[in-house]
Nanobody
Framework: QVQLVESGGGLVQIGGSLRLSCAAS????????MGWYRQPPGKQRELVAD???????NYADSVKGRFAISSDNAKNLVYLQMNSLKPEDTAVYYC????????????WGQGAQVTVSS
């Protein structure tokens, strides 16, 4: 059974930093992209950043220059370094893995709460 386990969320003051980690385990083969989405209170889930197996990264405009995504392909790990945090970054952050094999599969973590306080 494929599992994505996130860690590193929490409460931080404006301007602070947090680092999220996600470990994918289980019979998972053909990972194409790993990334992070977030869902602010009362809003829809949105892409924050993702990274392909080849290392190509993609960021939401709202986090460019503040967040950095990285991965360890050998260990199926993905990280999100979040700096200069703002109140609008408050959300539940979800790890996401896209697998391309005979079909396209999406796996999600359970979510990690990030709260930025003033």
């Amino acid at each position: 059974q494929v599992q994505l386990v996130e860690s590193g969320g929490g409460l931080v003051q404006i301007g602070g930093s947090l680092r999220l980690s996600c470990a994918a385990s289980g019979p998972i083969f053909g990972i194409d992209t790993m990334g992070w989405y977030r869902q602010p209170p009362g809003k829809q889930r949105e892409l924050v950043a993702d990274i392909t197996r080849r290392g190509t990264t993609n960021y939401a405009d709202s986090v460019k220059g503040r967040f950095a995504i990285s991965s360890d392909n050998a260990k199926n790990l993905v990280y999100l370094q979040m700096n200069s945090l703002k109140p609008e970054d408050t959300a539940v952050y979800y790890c996401h893995v896209q697998v391309v094999s005979s079909s396209l599969y999406h796996y999600w973590g359970q979510g990690a709460q990030v709260t930025v306080s003033s």
